[in-house]
């Protein structure tokens, strides 16, 4: 209550409003509290959270992470462990640096818990990004996932290779690496989730490292099914359910302006899909490819029934936004608990 009281208020109006200025205010106090020793330690004494699980292989503080897209560069990672995430997963990150599509880029849907992004990568490149996790103190406190998405400037049939310069860039970084093929705002990448792209994708990174791949809401089960086909041949370690949505189901009116804007919508309106998606990949498989759950994990509730739809872990970001910091806490013990 005190972050949605006393914080949130204060976060929402910097900038006039402007939701990306609150973003980049935030992330700019959590780089300098990542700098402090005393700070971490007074946030871990608060927030921090024990209930270790392994999956894939790695070893997980809590099982409820950071989702892709809040530190695409990777600015305050010890921060976000120290906030009570059991892990961490930045970027999305591109082989080549971009500015992302022109602001305005992010919305609120303040009635609704939602957000609508069309942030288009903006990040650094993959190689700044190796360059700050090489001189960052280890171990983080959390498993570490690292997003690969394409570059904008490649074209998508060259799209391997762009994912696979980020791979040889980061791959003795990460614990994790997701392939981010369902971002809505790059054009065309989505394509990249039918069985030819996906399978060679899969081809040139599975081996080192466990490799994640991260849906859309939007497939139809058939193309869920077949995507899933080619994970298991391919040995990916896991699915990451979901991405934003380009649906618009569930606002409440005071948002339909905000809602018409182009872009993914994330947040509670996209609760019910992700779970369902959650779901199918996990009956699907008969449980053999561990998912990671996210979308619309708005209180401590919906992570519970991400894990009872059959997620090993789950992430969120959107409800970062609005219940800060005491919804990973209670998340993470919502999430370890049988109801
Ligand atoms: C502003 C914003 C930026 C995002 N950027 C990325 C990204 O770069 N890569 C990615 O895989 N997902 C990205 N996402 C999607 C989230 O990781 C997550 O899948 C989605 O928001 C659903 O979770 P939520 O409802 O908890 O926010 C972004 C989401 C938001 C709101």
Redesign the pocket.
């Known amino acids: 209550m005190m972050f949605e009281r006393a914080v949130r208020p204060v976060l929402f109006r910097i900038g006039g409003g402007d939701a990306e200025a609150a973003?980049e205010w935030t992330l700019r106090r959590l780089a300098a509290v990542s700098r402090s020793p005393a700070l971490l330690a007074a946030l871990r004494a608060r927030y921090a959270v024990r209930a270790p699980r392994t999956v894939f292989g790695v070893e997980f503080p809590n099982p409820v992470g950071l989702?892709?897209?809040?530190d695409?560069n990777g600015v305050a990672l010890p921060a976000w462990p120290a906030l009570g995430f059991g892990f961490v997963?930045v970027?999305?990150v591109t082989a080549h640096g971009q500015p992302g599509n022109p602001r305005p880029r992010?919305f609120r849907l303040r009635e609704s818990e939602a957000?609508v992004?069309r942030?288009g990568?903006n990040n650094a490149g993959a190689e700044a990004l190796a360059a700050r996790l090489a001189a960052l103190p280890r171990p983080l406190g959390a498993p570490l996932g690292i997003?690969l998405?394409k570059s904008k400037v490649t074209p998508l049939e060259d799209a391997v290779e762009d994912y696979r310069a980020s791979y040889r860039a980061l791959r003795a970084h990460g614990d994790y690496f997701?392939v981010?093929v369902?971002?809505p705002n790059t054009p065309g990448l989505r394509s990249l989730q039918d069985r030819a792209h996906l399978d060679a994708l899969l081809a040139a990174l599975v081996g080192e490292k466990p490799v994640l791949v991260?849906i859309a809401p939007d497939l139809t089960e058939p193309a869920i099914a077949e995507l899933l086909e080619v994970c298991l041949a391919r040995g990916a370690a896991g699915v990451?359910a979901?991405?934003?949505t380009l649906a618009r189901d569930g606002l409440a009116a005071a948002d339909r302006p905000g809602g018409a804007e182009t872009g993914?919508l994330?947040?509670r309106p996209?609760?019910a899909r992700?779970r369902e998606v959650v779901s199918f990949v996990h009956r699907e498989t008969g449980g053999r490819l561990p998912v990671i759950g996210?979308?619309?994990?708005?209180d401590p509730d919906d992570a519970a029934r991400m894990i009872d739809a059959g997620a090993s872990l789950v992430?969120?970001?959107?409800?970062f936004i609005y219940r800060g910091p005491a919804l990973v806490r209670a998340a993470a013990r919502a999430a370890t608990h049988p109801r």
């Open positions: 973003h989702a892709a897209g809040m695409k997963e970027g999305t992010l957000v992004n942030m990568f997003s998405g997701a981010n369902s971002s991260k990451i979901t991405n934003t993914g994330s947040g996209l609760a992700a996210v979308g619309g994990i708005v992430q969120l970001y959107t409800g």
